[in-house]
């Protein structure tokens, strides 16, 4: 299929594994058009996906963000438990937990029904792409699909390839994610990570580096992050902020910081004791933060909320193009 005849309503798509991700990475392809073909490895995700992905479309059609009534959506998903109804699907996203012996006997089953022909893909964020594209048959179809929560909300995508990756197949992907309404990037050599968490890894290692040395709190780290990066990094990006900053500057800035930043490869301590006790943040209300239901409940709505607007505001212009409404892209960014 030619870049010409990329059509989604053509291109019947797979989803294996219908957990938070999942729900919302089906939730995206609907809208996006998509008849939708999805796999629930495990009893639990089956009993829950219909009311989960329906709260969902739910969520979309507050925010405007449906051509059609709820129903014409969930009419075009089929949901299983049985992988041979993946059989005419021409794309397969695999997002089932980080773990290579589950995704094994996932992708096994996938291939015994699959044509050759059809393009196998992973939400991993932590499991490199070279390593996974040897466990299916055909590894030149398989490539790495990165999706943001909420996926029908966001405008991020990471496409990676691995080692063996075909690259016509990923670049067709590059191509389809367009029509789901991405701005997709394409990492076509293999990197554990990938793009984005490389980048916020490093943050997320130098706060807890202060943290250690009684430098800084949380509070100071996330109130950093929410009034300065925040005021300006949806709108700009990394780049053309030292662009607008000044690069000169910028280099100066760099030979006096890099030397002193943290080059540890400890899990942060905090973090590990959290773990411990079985916290998993917001989830069950134990996290880096302490949050009451109510609390909880307010920030996922907000999180979607935020989420959408920043959708919308962004679909008004193609990226790297000067925004025609920076003022309401700055307004929502630093609430």
């Keep these: 299929m030619t870049e010409e005849q990329i059509v989604p309503a053509d291109i019947e798509v797979g989803v294996v594994g219908i957990g938070l991700m999942g729900s919302s990475i089906i939730v995206s392809l609907l809208v996006s058009g998509h008849q939708v073909k999805a796999i629930a490895p495990i009893p639990e995700d089956f009993e829950q996906a219909e009311a989960r992905i329906a709260g969902l479309l739910d969520i979309c059609a507050q925010a405007d963000l449906l051509k059609y009534d709820i129903a014409y959506y969930t009419s075009r998903l089929e949901i299983s438990m049985d992988y041979s109804t993946l059989a005419n699907c021409h794309l397969v996203l695999e997002c089932v937990?980080?773990?290579?012996?589950?995704?094994?006997?996932?992708?096994?089953?996938?291939?015994?029904?699959?044509?050759?022909?059809?393009?196998?893909?992973?939400?991993?964020?932590?499991?490199?792409?070279?390593?996974?594209?040897?466990?299916?048959?055909?590894?030149?179809?398989?490539?790495?699909?990165?999706?943001?929560?909420?996926?029908?909300?966001?405008?991020?995508?990471?496409?990676t390839c691995g080692a063996d990756t075909d690259e016509a197949k990923?670049?067709?992907?590059?191509?389809?994610?367009?029509?789901?309404?991405?701005?997709?990037?394409?990492?076509?050599?293999?990197?554990?990570?990938?793009?984005?968490?490389?980048?916020?890894?490093?943050?997320?290692?130098?706060?807890?580096?202060?943290?250690?040395?009684?430098?800084?709190?949380?509070?100071?780290?996330?109130?950093?992050?929410?009034?300065?990066?925040?005021?300006?990094?949806?709108?700009?990006?990394?780049?053309?902020?030292?662009?607008?900053?000044?690069?000169?500057?910028?280099?100066?800035?760099?030979?006096?910081?890099?030397?002193?930043?943290?080059?540890?490869?400890?899990?942060?301590?905090?973090?590990?004791?959290?773990?411990?006790?079985?916290?998993?943040?917001?989830?069950?209300?134990?996290?880096?933060?302490?949050?009451?239901?109510?609390?909880a409940k307010k920030w996922e709505e907000t999180f979607s909320q935020f989420n959408t607007e920043i959708f919308n505001l962004a679909a008004q212009y193609p990226y790297g193009e000067a925004p025609v409404n920076a003022c309401a892209v700055n307004k929502v960014s630093s609430r």
Aim: aromatic share 12%.
């Design 97 to 159: 937990i980080e773990d290579i012996d589950i995704k094994t006997t996932v992708y096994h089953a996938i291939t015994d029904v699959v044509g050759h022909d059809a393009i196998i893909a992973s939400n991993t964020s932590a499991i490199p792409i070279s390593t996974l594209q040897q466990l299916v048959a055909i590894p030149g179809r398989f490539l790495g699909v990165h999706y943001a929560e909420p996926a029908f909300a966001t405008r991020f995508m990471e496409i």
């Design 170 to 295: 990923a670049n067709w992907v590059f191509r389809l994610a367009h029509h789901w309404g991405k701005e997709p990037t394409l990492l076509r050599k293999d990197i554990k990570g990938f793009i984005t968490n490389r980048l916020m890894y490093a943050v997320y290692r130098e706060i807890f580096h202060l943290m250690d040395e009684g430098r800084a709190s949380m509070d100071d780290a996330d109130k950093v992050f929410r009034y300065d990066v925040g005021s300006w990094i949806t709108l700009m990006g990394i780049f053309r902020r030292m662009d607008f900053t000044g690069v000169g500057d910028q280099i100066e800035i760099f030979k006096k910081t890099f030397p002193g930043l943290s080059n540890t490869d400890e899990v942060p301590e905090v973090m590990q004791k959290i773990v411990e006790e079985n916290g998993r943040g917001i989830q069950n209300l134990q996290g880096l933060y302490a949050y009451s239901p109510e609390e």
